[in-house]
């Protein structure tokens, strides 16, 4: 039929599923289970350090000059010479995978083919998830 997406992934064993064979939620999950969900986050466009980062800006008073919304200095002096990989700065923000570790599975609904999950999630609504068992399992 026609797919909104195609996607393969890995199996032990594949005797027990034919070709073009649909796979239903019931099949895999069961309430309780515990799962990692993975997604594309919403997308943010670019963003200053102040939204994407939380930093604090500057003060508004006592002289501080179009200046209100930087970072601040991004390094130290003549050593190390160099910005640190990592450094938190300005850019583009979301739009990246996400994981989001042992969530449980609170109930499936078969007629609709719909896991019902406890907790969040990433991504846009009716956004694509991969949703496999937990990896850490349970604590």
Do not use: C
């Not at 515990?34 to 994407?52: C, E, H, L, M, Q």
């Not at 739009?95 to 109930?107: C, F, I, P, R």
């Amino acid at each position: 039929g026609a797919f909104q997406v195609l996607r393969e992934f890995r199996l032990q064993d594949v005797g027990q599923y034919e070709v073009g064979q649909e796979i239903k939620a019931t099949d895999i999950f069961k309430a309780g289970d515990r799962i990692d969900v993975s997604g594309t986050s919403k997308g943010r466009g670019f963003a200053g350090v102040i939204k994407r980062w939380s930093f604090s800006g500057f003060p508004a008073s006592h002289g501080t000059h179009e200046y209100f919304r930087h970072g601040g200095a991004i390094g130290n002096r003549s050593y190390p010479g160099r910005v640190f990989k990592g450094k938190k700065m300005a850019g583009h923000w979301g739009n990246e995978k996400v994981s989001v570790q042992n969530l449980e599975v609170v109930g499936i609904r078969p007629e609709e083919n719909l896991i019902l999950v406890k907790g969040a999630i990433p991504g846009a609504k009716r956004g694509i998830l991969i949703i496999r068992r937990a990896v850490k399992g349970n604590k």
